[in-house]
């Protein structure tokens, strides 16, 4: 298969799962699915970074200050999935009483990331924000739909299982978020010399990594 025809079947799989269709490779090579859902979360993380980047760039945020956000909401980015990624598995396993395939549910997790293909849009001015919410909700429901035909549960039990990720995922970013917080700003403080580069506030918000509110004066 050539680069080209993986990238086709790449946003053929994301036209699926935007429209809450189950892509056939999923159910029918679920190896396969499984790199098909590994380029949509890159696609789902550069488009985040985008839209993030836009934003720094209308704030003024200076080089630096932007590529060490990036970078951190980046790794968190990574951290909060895999272990959303985690719960989805524990959960499932308990509802199937261990009748679970390891790469469909891989393959199904990532493609509910589809959405966040979109992510770039969280640069618009007021909407930004809201539109993040609008694609976690989307990307929660799509999974849903995914995980019914995976797992050979009703709608229902999958509902439940999305559910408690999406729950399972907030818990644990709102644990995280002191901490991580705290641990980057002392390291920028250590290494730049200046003021806070984020808050907690700002973790939870699913903002930029950055307080945007704070103009650069500084840094």
Not at 76 to 96: F, K, P, S
Not at 149 to 154: A, S
Request: glycine fraction near 10%.
């Amino acid at each position: 298969m050539s680069v080209v025809e993986w990238f086709a079947q790449v946003f053929a799989a994301v036209g699926d799962v935007l429209s809450f269709r189950v892509p056939p490779v999923l159910l029918d090579s679920p190896g396969h699915a499984l790199s098909l859902g590994v380029g949509i979360a890159v696609l789902a993380g550069l488009s985040t970074m985008l839209g993030h980047a836009v934003v720094f760039v209308i704030n003024r945020i200076r080089r630096l200050r932007m590529v060490a956000a990036i970078a951190l909401g980046a790794v968190y980015t990574v951290l909060l999935r895999g272990l959303t990624g985690v719960v989805i598995a524990l959960v499932a396993w308990l509802v199937t009483r261990g009748n679970v395939d390891g790469e469909m549910i891989t393959a199904a997790y990532l493609f509910a990331i589809a959405p966040h293909v979109l992510a770039f849009l969280v640069f618009i001015p007021y909407l930004g924000l809201l539109f993040g919410r609008v694609l976690e909700v989307w990307s929660a429901v799509a999974l849903a739909v995914l995980l019914g035909p995976v797992l050979g549960v009703g709608l229902l039990p999958a509902i439940a299982i999305s559910g408690l990720a999406w729950a399972g995922a907030h818990l644990v970013s709102v644990v995280l978020a002191g901490p991580l917080a705290r641990a980057t700003s002392r390291g920028w403080t250590l290494v730049t010399g200046h003021a806070t580069i984020l808050t907690s506030s700002d973790i939870l918000s699913g903002a930029p990594f950055v307080p945007l509110e704070h103009r650069e004066h500084h840094a």
